[in-house]
């Protein structure tokens, strides 16, 4: 059950006469999983952000930190569903900024040679960025191996995001704060409910304006003036957000 002080700010948020709704996808619309590549969205979750999707004067959007053919992979989403990937920098029309490609292949060799020998440290590369993982390494290796990451960055011209238990350094500067702005100035959106549980989505709560509503999920500090527990939680957001549209739209 909701808290009602959440439903009513969604259904004020229901009631706005263009609504941009947009979610992170891992931990956000999709459960946390060891295996990244075994994220998949909760169904009720997806499915009402498709339903979202489908209604007049309303975009429905993924923001996430993941590259956007797999972030498209993965979520499932169609068509209908936006999606930006690399924390902002992938749209489906390009990158927002120019690439660094000499650069981005300097990171991946210097945080491969950092992974060998670690156990469970894992190097995910993204078009515009490279991820450093450590969430299945030991404590020892996991601390060592960010430790030396971050002294490697100390050389390059990059932009580190530090989430749960990864290090990203991309090439390029963008955030998901800046996407959401993209996204409501395309949508020309009067509201926007933005849901996410990483530190990385506390730059999309900070741009929240009058009668848009950030939801933060999970426990740990947040801007975000709402907050559930998990992604179950996140599914009945989204399920409650398209009867609420519906009616107002009727």
């Known amino acids: 059950m ?12 229901a009631a706005s006469p263009r609504l941009l709704v947009t979610s992170d996808f891992d931990g956000t619309l999709s459960p946390i999983v060891d295996n990244p ?8 979750a997806a499915a009402a952000l498709e339903a979202l999707a489908a209604l007049p004067d309303t975009t429905a959007a993924l923001i996430s930190g993941r590259a956007l053919a797999v972030l498209r992979e993965l979520s499932g989403a169609s068509a209908a569903v936006q999606a930006i990937g690399s924390h902002g920098a992938e749209f489906d029309t390009g990158f927002a900024h120019e690439i660094d490609t000499t650069l981005l292949a300097e990171i991946v060799t210097t945080l491969h040679s950092i992974a060998a020998g670690r156990p469970g440290v894992a190097v995910e590369t ?13 404590v020892a290796d996991g601390e060592a191996a960010l430790t030396l990451a971050r002294e490697a960055a100390r050389s390059w011209d990059v932009h ?3 989430g749960k238990a990864v290090l ?3 090439v390029i500067v963008t955030d998901k704060g800046e996407a959401v702005d993209v996204l409501r100035d395309r949508s020309a959106a009067t509201a926007v409910v933005f849901l996410g549980d990483d530190v990385t989505d506390e730059k999309a709560f900070r741009r929240m304006r009058d009668g848009d509503i950030g939801v933060k999920v999970g426990p740990g500090d947040s801007l975000a003036a709402f907050r559930v527990d998990s992604p179950e939680d996140v599914a009945s957001v989204l399920a409650y957000l398209v009867d609420e549209r519906r009616r107002k739209l009727a």
């Open 2 to 13: 909701l808290d009602a002080a959440l439903q009513d700010a969604l259904t004020r948020a």
């Open 37 to 44: 590549g075994d994220a998949r969205p909760l169904p009720a």
């Open 126 to 138: 993204k078009p515009a960025s490279v991820a450093l993982h450590v969430r299945n390494a030991s």
């Open 160 to 162: 580190l995001t530090a």
């Open 168 to 170: 990203e350094f991309a």
